[in-house]
């Protein structure tokens, strides 16, 4: 059995994945994520310009 380095077991870490997957993505759908997306991209290439 696969673990992390955190020592948490692979099939674990994949059941969390398949819960929480959904929901980021529909985050990632609404209007506020894709206005928080653009927020971040932007704050990381003012990063990348200094």
Same mark, same amino acid.
Request: hydrophobic share 40%; net charge neutral; glycine share 0%.
């Given at each position: =059995? $696969?673990?992390t380095y955190l020592n948490i077991p692979q099939h /674990? =870490?994949?059941a969390l &994945? $398949?819960?929480l997957f959904p929901h980021i993505q529909a985050?990632? /759908?609404s209007e506020e994520g894709?206005? &928080?997306f653009e927020a971040w991209k932007r704050e990381? /290439? &003012?990063r990348a310009e200094r």
């Open positions: =059995m $696969r673990k /674990e =870490m994949d &994945a $398949r819960c985050f990632y /759908e894709k206005l &928080a990381q /290439e &003012a």
